[in-house]
């Protein structure tokens, strides 16, 4: 793994988690994407060489509406760039990781992704991304 891509934090509602979020930051929202296969909104922003992604559920059903629900807005995944996703994939699930996809999907802002489970990384929701060339 190379660094901390992103930090994932689940909001109710983008139109008001954007404006707090410019304030806090000190800058403004430099994308939106919808990534409709995982039922997301998102919000992204750069501060230094890391990026907070918002996440709003796009479907009531969606896996941040359920999170929203059982543990309220917060922190949701912390999120590491690799050079090589399969490679990384395959490293970790040998170490008894467990993969929450058994080949990368595409995500947000261009990257190719996985997800650990929470249970095997003390509780945290770990996604590893790839740029896509």
Avoid: W
């Avoid at 996985?114 to 990384?121: A, E, I, S």
Wanted: glycine residues 6%.
């Amino acid at each position: 793994m190379k660094q901390v891509e992103h930090i994932g934090i689940a909001v109710k509602s983008l139109a008001s988690a954007i404006p707090l979020y410019e304030k806090l930051l000190n800058t403004s929202c430099y994308k939106t994407e919808e990534v409709a296969s995982e039922k997301v909104k998102t919000a992204f922003f750069r501060q230094g060489e890391t990026k907070i992604e918002l996440l709003e559920s796009s479907d009531p059903e969606g896996v941040i509406a359920r999170f929203i629900e059982k543990k309220g807005e917060g922190l949701h995944h912390i999120a590491f760039a690799v050079t090589d996703i399969e490679a990384e994939m395959a490293r970790l699930k040998n170490e008894g990781f467990q993969l929450l996809n058994e080949t990368p999907k595409k995500g947000a802002d261009n990257k190719l992704v996985c997800f650990l489970h929470p249970k095997g990384t003390t509780g945290v929701l770990v996604e590893l991304c790839m740029e896509i060339s």
